[in-house]
T-cell receptor, first 115, second 109 residues
C-alpha cells in the first residue's frame, strides 16, 4: 500500500463542473508533485510545492486549476471548470528533498472522467 | 522531442524467461527512477538510481549517465511482473521527473 494517500479513487464530472482531488503526502515529505497521465501514458507535470509554497507550475495549471498544500491538511488540486480533455489519471507524489536529491513516492491516483 | 525514450514499447514473454528494458536520455539525467504501474494505476517504486547499478531479487537496474541510458533486467519472469514499466529521469535544472512512454510487459504461462 502506498504511503501517499489520494482521494477519491474515481471522480465523474460534467463539463463545466469543478473537480477536486486530494493528496496526503508521505509523513515527513515536504515536497509534493502533481502529474496528469493521459490515456496514451504521457505524463504531464502540473505543479509542485515545498511545504506550502508553489515551486513550479505550468501555464495550464495557473490558468485553470486551483492547488494548495496547507499545513496540517491534505494537499488539493481542483479544476475550476472541467473539460473533456481533462479526463485522465491524476497522480500525486511526495519527496523528502525534491529536485534531484531523493526519490518520489506516488499515490494510487484519482481517475477523472469528464462527461 | 522525446527527452526520455523507452524501448521496446511492448513485450510479451514466457514465464521463466529473462528480459531487458531500456531508456535513452537526451537530457543530462542526474538520477533515474523505474516504476511498475499496475492495472489499477498505482505506480510502484522499483529503483532509484544515481549512476551505477542496483539489484533487488529478480530485478537489476543500471544507470550510465555518461552514455545517457538506463536498463532494467527482469530474471525468471513471473505472471505478477505483468504491467507497464516506466523510467523517469531527473535533470537538476528541470527540478522534476521526466517520464518515458512506458513498456507494456505481458507474461504468459
Amino acid at each position: 500500500n502506498s504511503k501517499v494517500i489520494q482521494t477519491p479513487r474515481y471522480l465523474v464530472k460534467g463539463q463545466g463542473q469543478k473537480a477536486k482531488m486530494r493528496c496526503i503526502p508521505e509523513k515527513g515529505h515536504p515536497v509534493v508533485f502533481w502529474y496528469q497521465q493521459n490515456k496514451n501514458n504521457e505524463f504531464k507535470f502540473l505543479i509542485n510545492f515545498q511545504n506550502q509554497e508553489v515551486l513550479q507550475q505550468i501555464d495550464m495549471t495557473e490558468k485553470r486549476f486551483s492547488a494548495e498544500c496547507p499545513s496540517n491538511s491534505p494537499c488539493s488540486l481542483e479544476i475550476q471548470s472541467s473539460e473533456a480533455g481533462d479526463s485522465a489519471l491524476y497522480l500525486c507524489a511526495s519527496s523528502l528533498e525534491g529536485a534531484s536529491n531523493s526519490d518520489y513516492t506516488f499515490g494510487s491516483g484519482t481517475r477523472l472522467l469528464v462527461i | 522531442g522525446d527527452k526520455v525514450k523507452q524501448s521496446p514499447s511492448a513485450l510479451s514473454l514466457q514465464e521463466g524467461t529473462n528480459s531487458a528494458l531500456r531508456c535513452n536520455f537526451s537530457i543530462a539525467a542526474t538520477t533515474v527512477q523505474w516504476f511498475l504501474q499496475n492495472p489499477r494505476g498505482s505506480l510502484i517504486n522499483l529503483f532509484y538510481l544515481v549512476p551505477g547499478t542496483k539489484e533487488n531479487g529478480r530485478l537489476k537496474s543500471a544507470f550510465d549517465s555518461k552514455e545517457s541510458y538506463s536498463t532494467l533486467h527482469i530474471r525468471d519472469a513471473q505472471l505478477e511482473d505483468s504491467g507497464t514499466y516506466f523510467c523517469a529521469a531527473m535533470n537538476y535544472n528541470q527540478g522534476k521527473l521526466i517520464f518515458g512512454q512506458g513498456t507494456k510487459l505481458s507474461i504468459k504461462p
